[in-house]
Every structure is written in structure tokens, then in C-alpha cells.
């Protein structure tokens, strides 16, 4: 971690992914895991659903849209949505396809960036992933929940 970073209290989101082999072992554990839940708001859900492609032979082809009964509805247009690890570890693939290909494609600077953040939450949740033999255990929550500190109100 870099010393902004330190100051902060958090890695910045340019730096993901930080290399190949993080990236692989990032991969490797979320194919690992049951459950994982990611929370967020709904377009950025949407936006993940429609774009990740589900084609064989593409990035993120281990992608596999959840039921509807797999998606909380929350206040605020904020959505929990339960995936398998595959399809988590679609999603992170699809991300670091979006880093490293920026040149091929029609793939925006939004889209790299929607990317890199969603990438860098899926990478940060999986530096807590153990081995589980209990059924019981709480199912890891990704949040995808920044706010913006209100030092003051702007008119």
C-alpha cells in the first residue's frame, strides 16, 4: 500500500489488479467460494448483468445471471445480490479483461472504471477467504458503497 493510500486508510482503486499472479490467486479463491453477496445500487447491478459477456470463448463466460429470488430489493435503489463463486469469478475476470484490453472493443473509460472499482471490491473481499466446513457460517457481503463525506451542505 502506498503512503495516499496509508493516509487514507485504503488501497486506491488504479492500482488493481496489482499483478498477474494476485490476479490468478484472486481468481482461484472465488471459484472456491458457495456464496458471496455483493451489494449495490441497481444500475450498477444492471450494468454488470447486461455487459459481462456469457458466450463461450469470452471474458466472464462463467457468468450466470441469478433468479429473481436471489436479488434483495433495498431503500434507496440498493440491491444484495446472491452469486456462486463462478460467476463471481466471471465478473472479476470480466474486470481485469476491461484493464487489460482497453484498445479492443468498443470499452470505455467508464467502463474501465466501472471495472477497476467493482474488480478492486471483489479482489479486497477475497483477502478474508478460509477454508469453511460449517453450513452456518454468515455469507461474505461485497459492498459496493461508497459515500462521499459531507463536510458541508452545498446548495
Not at 498477474?20 to 455483493?38: C, E, L
Not at 472499482?117 to 461508497?146: C, F, K, M, Q, W
Request: with cysteine; proline share 5%.
Amino acid at each position: 500500500m502506498g503512503a495516499i493510500a496509508r493516509l487514507l486508510g485504503k488501497e486506491l482503486y488504479n492500482n488493481w489488479p496489482r499483478n498477474h499472479d494476485s490476479f490468478r490467486s484472486d481468481m482461484s479463491k472465488a471459484a472456491g467460494i458457495g456464496v458471496a453477496r455483493i451489494r449495490c445500487h441497481r444500475n450498477t447491478w444492471f450494468y454488470l448483468e447486461e455487459n459481462i459477456p456469457r458466450s463461450t470463448g469470452r471474458p466472464g463466460a462463467g457468468f450466470s445471471s441469478p433468479g429473481e429470488d436471489e436479488i434483495t430489493a433495498e431503500k434507496d435503489g440498493m440491491v444484495t445480490v446472491a452469486l456462486s463463486g463462478t460467476t463471481l469469478a466471471a465478473a472479476l475476470y470480466f474486470c481485469r479483461y476491461l484493464q487489460t484490453y482497453p484498445v479492443t472493443g468498443a470499452w470505455t473509460d467508464l467502463d474501465r472504471a466501472i471495472g477497476r472499482r467493482v474488480g478492486s471490491a471483489i479482489s479486497h473481499a477475497l483477502l478474508n477467504v478460509t477454508p469453511s466446513s460449517d453450513e452456518d457460517e454468515p455469507t461474505t457481503v461485497i459492498y459496493l458503497d461508497d459515500r462521499i463525506a459531507a463536510k458541508g451542505t452545498t446548495a
